[in-house]
Protein backbone atom coordinates (compact mmCIF):
# COMPACT_ATOMS: atom_id res chain seq x y z
CA UNK A 1 0.00 0.00 0.00
CA UNK A 2 1.10 3.51 -0.94
CA UNK A 3 -0.28 7.09 0.00
CA UNK A 4 -0.03 10.01 -1.70
CA UNK A 5 -0.45 13.50 -0.12
CA UNK A 6 -0.36 16.68 -2.10
CA UNK A 7 0.57 20.21 -0.84
CA UNK A 8 1.08 23.49 -2.19
CA UNK A 9 -1.70 24.61 -4.16
CA UNK A 10 -3.95 27.48 -3.78
CA UNK A 11 -4.43 31.09 -5.71
CA UNK A 12 -2.22 33.12 -7.41
CA UNK A 13 -1.99 35.47 -9.87
CA UNK A 14 -1.01 35.22 -13.58
CA UNK A 15 3.09 35.04 -14.18
CA UNK A 16 3.28 34.34 -9.96
CA UNK A 17 5.12 30.02 -9.19
CA UNK A 18 4.14 27.54 -7.15
CA UNK A 19 5.54 24.48 -6.32
CA UNK A 20 3.70 21.41 -5.90
CA UNK A 21 4.70 18.44 -3.59
CA UNK A 22 3.54 15.07 -3.28
CA UNK A 23 4.59 12.64 -0.12
CA UNK A 24 4.96 8.81 -0.60
CA UNK A 25 4.24 6.55 2.30
CA UNK A 26 3.51 3.45 3.46
CA UNK A 27 5.19 -0.11 2.92
CA UNK A 28 4.81 0.42 -0.96
CA UNK A 29 6.12 3.92 -0.84
CA UNK A 30 8.48 4.74 -4.45
CA UNK A 31 8.53 7.58 -6.60
CA UNK A 32 10.70 5.71 -8.84
CA UNK A 33 7.94 6.73 -11.47
CA UNK A 34 6.09 9.43 -10.65
CA UNK A 35 3.87 11.60 -12.65
CA UNK A 36 1.35 15.24 -12.11
CA UNK A 37 -2.26 15.20 -13.43
CA UNK A 38 -4.47 18.01 -13.51
CA UNK A 39 -8.11 18.31 -14.01
CA UNK A 40 -9.65 21.31 -15.26
CA UNK A 41 -13.60 21.49 -15.42
CA UNK A 42 -15.54 20.16 -18.45
CA UNK A 43 -11.61 18.25 -19.53
CA UNK A 44 -10.60 15.36 -18.98
CA UNK A 45 -7.29 14.39 -16.65
CA UNK A 46 -4.77 15.14 -18.28
CA UNK A 47 -0.84 14.38 -17.72
CA UNK A 48 1.12 17.44 -16.67
CA UNK A 49 4.71 16.35 -15.92
CA UNK A 50 6.27 12.37 -15.31
CA UNK A 51 9.67 11.10 -14.36
CA UNK A 52 10.64 7.49 -14.49
CA UNK A 53 13.50 5.33 -13.20
CA UNK A 54 16.49 6.54 -15.22
CA UNK A 55 15.39 10.45 -14.70
CA UNK A 56 14.21 11.21 -17.55
CA UNK A 57 10.89 13.46 -17.35
CA UNK A 58 8.60 14.35 -19.94
CA UNK A 59 6.10 17.29 -20.33
CA UNK A 60 2.63 18.51 -21.85
CA UNK A 61 3.38 20.74 -24.47
CA UNK A 62 1.51 23.51 -22.94
CA UNK A 63 3.63 23.24 -19.75
CA UNK A 64 6.91 22.72 -21.33
CA UNK A 65 9.41 25.25 -20.86
CA UNK A 66 7.37 26.58 -17.74
CA UNK A 67 7.20 23.50 -15.24
CA UNK A 68 9.79 21.36 -13.66
CA UNK A 69 9.14 17.47 -12.12
CA UNK A 70 11.62 16.45 -9.79
CA UNK A 71 11.77 14.08 -6.94
CA UNK A 72 13.87 13.58 -3.69
CA UNK A 73 14.22 9.46 -3.32
CA UNK A 74 15.40 10.33 0.62
CA UNK A 75 12.05 12.73 1.40
CA UNK A 76 9.72 10.00 -0.95
CA UNK A 77 8.54 13.14 -2.14
CA UNK A 78 8.04 14.13 -5.71
CA UNK A 79 7.88 17.86 -6.51
CA UNK A 80 6.12 19.58 -9.68
CA UNK A 81 7.69 23.77 -9.57
CA UNK A 82 5.18 25.68 -12.07
CA UNK A 83 6.50 29.06 -13.01
CA UNK A 84 4.53 31.80 -15.12
CA UNK A 85 1.46 30.81 -14.03
CA UNK A 86 -1.41 31.07 -16.52
CA UNK A 87 -5.08 31.00 -16.33
CA UNK A 88 -5.50 27.90 -18.36
CA UNK A 89 -3.26 26.55 -15.50
CA UNK A 90 -6.22 26.18 -13.17
CA UNK A 91 -7.53 22.79 -12.34
CA UNK A 92 -7.07 20.15 -9.78
CA UNK A 93 -3.61 18.26 -10.00
CA UNK A 94 -3.26 14.95 -8.86
CA UNK A 95 0.12 12.86 -8.27
CA UNK A 96 0.66 9.10 -9.20
CA UNK A 97 3.17 6.97 -8.59
CA UNK A 98 3.62 3.36 -9.80
CA UNK A 99 4.67 0.41 -7.51
CA UNK A 100 3.22 -2.49 -8.73
CA UNK A 101 0.10 -0.85 -9.03
CA UNK A 102 -1.08 2.97 -9.75
CA UNK A 103 -1.74 4.67 -6.36
CA UNK A 104 -3.25 8.19 -7.05
CA UNK A 105 -3.16 11.26 -4.36
CA UNK A 106 -6.83 13.24 -3.46
CA UNK A 107 -5.82 16.03 -5.55
CA UNK A 108 -4.99 19.88 -4.72
CA UNK A 109 -6.44 22.84 -6.16
CA UNK A 110 -4.49 25.43 -8.13
CA UNK A 111 -6.06 28.44 -9.24
CA UNK A 112 -4.13 31.46 -11.47
CA UNK A 113 -6.25 34.39 -12.28
CA UNK A 114 -5.67 37.23 -14.83
Known amino acids: QMQLVESGGGSVQSGESLRLSCKASGPSASVTAAAWHRQTPGKQRELVAR???????DYADSVKGRFTISRDYRKNTVYLQMNNLKPEDTGVYYC????????WGQGIQVTVSS
Open 96 to 103: NSANGRMY
Open 51 to 57: IVGGGTT
